[in-house]
């Protein structure tokens, strides 16, 4: 016996029809993946409550990791390498996932830098984006950078650089706050680490 993507039991196919079947299998389940990102999209689009998030400040030779939106909202602009956190995940494994998908790096959170929301207006003034957002500190691990996921590109990029970016709203602030704090809280050497 055979379980369908719709859970329901079925009867196993036959060899005759396996090839025909399996074709049909793929195509539900692109349509699926297809109704499973459309939902997505919907649950945080005009949302009912917020959206938890979580960001990572992943510093480097005096530069910070920047990631490229590749999808709405706010595709095209850059922000810190982050994301929704999904349903029963920790903060801490949310990080770690959402910094592997959109940059192909491992990273160890440190500790919670901020916590801040952005909400996003529409034209008549109703919230069509909601989200709390938590920063963290993250020290590399592993992995190799390279873009993914909801990520079009991804650079390390300068201080002196990050105002030529087109970022989405507060992020430029929460980097300066994050570059500032590094020159005060962090003993000389220990910086480059995190």
Do not use: N
């Not at 993946?33 to 992943?58: E, F, M, N, Q, W």
């Amino acid at each position: 016996m055979t379980v369908r993507l719709d859970g329901a039991a079925g009867p196993p196919a036959d060899a005759r029809g396996s090839e025909r079947s399996h074709d049909r299998k793929g195509v539900v389940r692109r349509a699926a993946a297809k109704a499973a990102d459309a939902s997505t999209l919907d649950d945080r689009h005009y949302p009912k409550r917020p959206i938890v998030g979580v960001g990572a400040l992943i510093f480097r030779r005096g530069r910070i990791l920047m990631a490229q939106r590749g999808k709405q909202p706010l595709k095209g602009a850059w922000s810190l390498p982050g994301g929704a956190v999904e349903t029963g995940e920790s903060l801490d494994t949310a990080i770690r996932r959402e910094v592997r998908e959109e940059t192909g790096l491992a990273v160890k959170p440190v500790k919670i830098f901020e916590v801040f929301e952005r909400i996003l207006r529409d034209a008549s003034g109703k919230t069509e984006y909601h989200y709390v957002l938590i920063d963290y500190i993250c020290r590399v691990t592993g992995g190799a950078l390279r873009a993914g996921d909801d990520a079009s590109r991804v650079e390390w990029v300068r201080h002196r650089d990050l105002p030529a970016l087109e970022m989405t709203e507060g992020t430029l602030a929460v980097i300066e706050r994050a570059f500032r704090a590094r020159l005060g809280i962090y003993p000389r050497g220990v910086i480059d680490r995190l």
